[in-house]
C-alpha cells in the first residue's frame, strides 16, 4: 500500500471538501454573537464547519449555534442550538447543513462531518452564545467552494 506525501493529502482534501480557513482559538462571546468568519466577494458553498473546545466551556447552560449574518438581507440560523455547557477540550461542534437541526455536538473522541453543503451569503459567520459561561475557547475551522467568482472566507 502506497504512503501519501502531505501534498497528496492536501489535494485530496481540497478536492473532497475545498479551501479550508482555520480560525485561532478563541474565547465565546459571553450572551452575545461575534463572527468567526467572514464571507467576501460572492457567495460560497460551506461544506464543513467544525469547532473544536480548547478550553473547558464553563458549567452553565449555553445555547449555542451559527448564524449566517448577510451584508444585505436576512440573517439566517444555520443549524439550532445545542447546550454546549461544560464540553470538555477536545469537544466538538459540527453543523450538518439541515438549518433546522442542532449543531452536533460530541466529546474529543469523535464527531460526524457535515452531509448537506449550504450556500451563505456575502457577509459574517456569526457564533452565538446564550450563556455567560466566565470561561471556554474553541478553534474553528471552515471549508469551501466559491459559488461566486473571486469568492473567499477568512478568519474574523
Known amino acids: 500500500m502506497a504512503v501519501l506525501n502531505q501534498s497528496q493529502i492536501d489535494a485530496f482534501k481540497a478536492i473532497r471538501l475545498g479551501v479550508q480557513v482555520d480560525r485561532a482559538t478563541a474565547v465565546l462571546p459571553q450572551t452575545a454573537n461575534a463572527p468567526i468568519f467572514t464571507v467576501v466577494g ?16 464553563g458549567a452553565v447552560a449555553n445555547a449555542t449555534k451559527l448564524t449566517a449574518v448577510p451584508t444585505a438581507g436576512t440573517s439566517v440560523d444555520l443549524c439550532a442550538t445545542a447546550d454546549i455547557n461544560a464540553l470538555e477540550v477536545g469537544g466538538k461542534l459540527v453543523v450538518n447543513g439541515v438549518l433546522a437541526t442542532a449543531i452536533s455536538k460530541t466529546l474529543a473522541g469523535a464527531a460526524p462531518a457535515g452531509s448537506t453543503p449550504v450556500v451563505v451569503a ?16 474553541i478553534k474553528w475551522s471552515v471549508f469551501y467552494v466559491p459559488l461566486d467568482d473571486g469568492a473567499t472566507i477568512t478568519a474574523a
Not at 42 to 57: A, P
Not at 124 to 136: E, F, Q
Open 122 to 137: 456575502v457577509g459574517t459567520i456569526n457564533l452565538n452564545c446564550a450563556g455567560n459561561s466566565g470561561t471556554g475557547s
Open 42 to 57: 460572492g457567495r460560497v458553498i460551506l461544506n464543513l464547519i467544525i469547532g473544536e473546545v480548547t478550553t473547558l466551556i
